[in-house]
């Protein structure tokens, strides 16, 4: 099971390789290449830093205890209709995007999010609504 907060589930959804640092990235497109493959692992939703926070790089600006992160993480758990403490699987995620998430709704939720300019979460919405679950990354 991993421990995930709340803007983690979009950025998943988002994601395409890149990242913080190098150990940031290996640890993201594992747990990513995971979810992908195995959509029934399970998600506990947790409140503050996570599964993807422990590798985040000492060299970088630590934002992961910052209130605007912890104001979006609830933003988008508002938005899927979970809470905190909550397991859930990956599909069952999946499933609450393609229900409650339109591609649009990233630029309000994740207005902050440096990440945001690429489009990609827009993106992986729509893949998400498309049926075709994560992007594979290589």
Same mark, same amino acid.
């Given at each position: 099971?991993?421990?995930?907060?709340?803007?983690?589930?979009?950025?998943?959804?988002?994601?395409?390789?890149?990242?913080?640092?190098?150990?940031?990235?290996?640890?993201?497109?594992?747990?990513?290449?995971?979810?992908?493959?195995?959509?029934?692992?399970?998600?506990? !939703?947790?409140?503050?830093?996570?599964?993807?926070?422990?590798?985040?790089?000492?060299?970088?600006?630590?934002?992961?205890?910052?209130?605007?992160?912890?104001?979006?993480?609830?933003?988008?758990?508002?938005?899927?209709?979970?809470?905190?403490?909550?397991?859930?699987?990956?599909?069952?995620?999946?499933?609450?995007?393609? /229900?409650?998430?339109?591609?649009?709704?990233?630029?309000?939720?994740?207005?902050?999010?440096?990440?945001?300019?690429?489009?990609?979460?827009?993106?992986?919405?729509?893949?998400?609504?498309?049926? /075709?679950?994560? !992007?594979?990354?290589?």
């Amino acid at each position: 099971m991993y421990k995930l907060r709340g803007h983690h589930l979009f950025c998943l959804l988002g994601y395409r390789g890149m990242g913080y640092s190098e150990e940031y990235v290996e640890n993201m497109t594992k747990l990513h290449q995971t979810l992908r493959k195995e959509p029934s692992t399970l998600i506990q !939703v947790v409140k503050g830093p996570d599964h993807l926070c422990d590798k985040f790089p000492e060299s970088g600006e630590y934002h992961c205890q910052d209130q605007d992160i912890y104001k979006m993480d609830k933003a988008i758990l508002d938005k899927l209709g979970l809470q905190y403490g909550l397991s859930i699987t990956w599909s069952d995620i999946e499933a609450r995007v393609k /229900k409650n998430v339109v591609p649009l709704d990233i630029g309000t939720v994740c207005a902050s999010c440096s990440w945001r300019s690429l489009g990609v979460c827009e993106e992986g919405i729509q893949y998400i609504h498309e049926g /075709k679950g994560l !992007v594979e990354v290589k």
